[in-house]
């Protein structure tokens, strides 16, 4: 071991020596079943406590326990905070109840949403759940980055809109006029569009009360489709994944019942994790209103352009938990470690961290651990675990003793996980109150989500942490979809490779894409962290991933961690000896990558298949990197 590898292993194990700080935690625990055929059964020893009928149930709740207290804020013009208090969420849910029942909407002709996340996002979206009306948050991007409006013109046909709402109708004129039927009501809080009328959001708020409102919130029971929310199959065509009023409620005890931590002190979260997505708009909404807590809109992200708002904000708010994405992260860290002060408000009160999305990296992990034993004398938890859309989402979790990067826990009480062979793995299914009744108009696509049991198929597997002792706890083992074999027959398990090539070329890269179906080695198509590179190389021009591609710094910094992880490979399967580092970015009308960043492996091969036959044939054509 060299010098300085010591000296790292050292500082962890110094880090790990202090205590967690202590949290409430219900820490699950199961009952195990084994058939002679390799399947296996996970079946929580604790039930799930009882759950309301309706989301709103809590936000009456709320409004009467502590009607004053700020359910949510934004940053306002000023520069101040624009804050809504659960009395108020109530009463302009209910006015915009009113008026949403006067038009006709139903799961047939729902609201949908098509900017990101604001209070006025919340308002129209409070006042759908009030009223019974299914809404759909759809992903910004659709509208504003997208070149070609393929994935919104899709959905627009799956959904038929009754109504559509915008906060800025400026900033989605093109959207609208390329997208939206000319019959369809536009609702806006600023702004007009140049060829059609609008309603204003405000003349939403002053609608009296229905005579008939308190009857149809009544009237809202578990089966009552909530929303629904959009994600992308191997197809890259969004599904409508439906969630319902019993999924919603469900997945929300059983996530206070294991985080228990959150019955203790209402939360307070500032958070930028986009609406449209289960982690932003069901998991972290859903904790905030149902443990009566604070969600400060986190207006920043974790990129150059917008990491300055996310530390301005969190300058201000001191979060009792803090939900974010590995890139996120990441993107704190040194800011946290050269500023004393933000260390100390961000640390104050903190009982715990949650990641989803990717693999934390044991870097950014240890860093985080080691800032916190500096601020506080203690570790925070950090957790994670495993869920979908399909699943509300909270499905599996770990325990603060056990978590680490790549474990996934047990299944939470109230679900059961179902484990089956498939080509040497264990694939995960899933099944409770809280999984999706399917897919909005797509019957054949529904069918293939669920098994003879009527459990949902993940398409995800999972590895035994001791494969004596369930109880232990799972590790998630990749993607079913994403692996292949080689030309020799061997199988290529592409998740934990992943993993381990974007830890090992930390911070240069983002992603990796391995190739090689039916060839005789692997080779991997390399998505560059620009930030990453720009702290190899500082003089690299911002957001230029040409540039970046062809530095000869960054390629040589490339070069030598392609060596190092060589050295770990046990196999052809585990060999990558030829690697591109892609000068252009992955294309999301071509379902490459999804808004949040996650690529789509399949997609990447399909329409890379020529540069894929140049890494093996033509490597100087592409200026391949050779180990």
């Not at 929310?229 to 997945?251: D, E, F, W, Y």
């Amino acid at each position: 071991m060299s010098a300085s590898a010591d000296k790292i292993d050292q500082t962890k194990r110094t880090i790990t020596a202090h205590p967690l700080r202590p949290i409430s935690y219900g820490d699950p625990a199961v009952t195990i079943e084994r058939h002679d055929d390799g399947t296996i059964y996970l079946r929580p020893t604790n039930t799930i406590g009882d759950y309301p009928e309706r989301v709103t149930d809590y936000l009456h709740h709320w409004a009467r326990e502590t009607p004053d207290r700020v359910f949510m804020a934004e940053r306002a013009e000023g520069g101040g905070w624009r804050e809504v208090t659960y009395a108020q969420m109530l009463d302009a849910a209910r006015h915009i109840a009113s008026a949403l029942l006067s038009r006709g909407l139903s799961a047939d002709r729902p609201i949908v949403i098509l900017s990101g996340n604001s209070i006025d996002h919340a308002l129209i979206a409070f006042g759908a759940l009030y009223a019974g009306i299914p809404y759909a948050p759809v992903s910004p991007a659709y509208s504003l980055v997208s070149k070609d409006y393929g994935k919104l013109g899709y959905l627009m046909k799956l959904l038929t809109p009754g109504l559509v709402f915008v906060d800025d109708a400026n900033a989605f004129t093109n959207a609208i006029h390329f997208n939206v039927l000319a019959d369809t009501e536009v609702v806006v809080s600023t702004g007009a569009l140049p060829d059609r009328s609008v309603t204003k959001l405000s003349d939403l708020l002053v609608t009296p009360e229905a005579a008939n409102l308190d009857a149809a919130n009544a009237a809202i029971g578990p089966d009552t489709i909530a929303k629904f929310l959009l994600t992308s199959g191997s197809t890259g065509n969004p599904k409508a994944v439906i969630n319902t009023q019993r999924m919603m409620c469900a997945n929300q005890i059983m996530l206070r019942d294991t985080l228990a931590f959150l019955k203790d002190e209402p939360p307070v979260i500032i958070d930028w994790l986009p609406w449209n997505h289960t982690f932003g708009g069901n998991h972290n909404i859903g904790l905030t209103l149902f443990n009566g807590g604070s969600m400060y809109l986190d207006d920043g992200k974790p990129t150059p352009a917008g990491i300055e708002q996310t530390i301005r904000n969190l300058r201000e708010i001191s979060p009792t938990v803090y939900f974010n994405v590995p890139k996120g992260y990441e993107s704190l860290l040194p800011y946290l470690r050269k500023d004393a002060e933000l260390r100390e408000k961000f640390f104050a009160r903190l009982h715990a961290m949650f990641f989803s999305g990717a693999a934390l990296s044991a870097y950014v992990w240890d860093s985080l651990d080691e800032l916190s034993v500096q601020t506080t004398g203690v570790r925070v938890p950090m957790l994670t675990g495993l869920g979908a859309t399909e699943t509300s989402p909270f499905f599996m979790c770990v325990n603060p003793v056990t978590s680490r990067s790549g474990h996934v826990g047990l299944p939470v009480p109230g679900n059961e996980a179902k484990l089956v062979p498939n080509n040497g793995k264990m694939e995960v299914r899933a099944k409770g109150p809280n999984i999706t009744p399917g897919y909005w108009r797509e019957p054949e696509l529904t069918a293939k989500a669920f098994d003879e049991e009527g459990y949902y198929i993940f398409g995800d597997a999972l590895k035994a942490v001791d494969p004596n002792d369930l109880s232990a706890g799972f590790d998630f083992d990749g993607r079913i979809s994403e692996d292949f074999k080689l030309g020799s027959g061997t199988w290529v398990s592409v998740g934990p490779l992943r993993a381990r090539f974007v830890g090992t070329c930390a911070p240069l890269v983002r992603d990796v894409v391995i190739a090689g179906i039916n060839r005789d080695e692997l080779a991997a198509l390399v998505i560059l962290d620009l930030d990453g590179c720009r702290m190899i190389n500082p003089d690299l021009p911002a957001g230029d991933l040409a540039a970046a591609a062809n530095d000869p710094i960054i390629r040589d910094a490339f070069c030598e961690r392609l060596t190092r992880f060589m050295a770990g490979a046990t196999g052809s399967s585990t060999r990558i000896a030829k690697a591109v580092l892609l000068d252009m970015p992955l294309s999301i009308d071509r379902g490459e990558v999804t808004d949040k960043g996650s690529v789509n492996q399949r997609a990447v091969l399909e329409h890379r298949a020529k540069l894929i036959d140049d890494i093996y044939g033509n490597p100087e054509a592409v200026k391949v990197i050779a180990i």
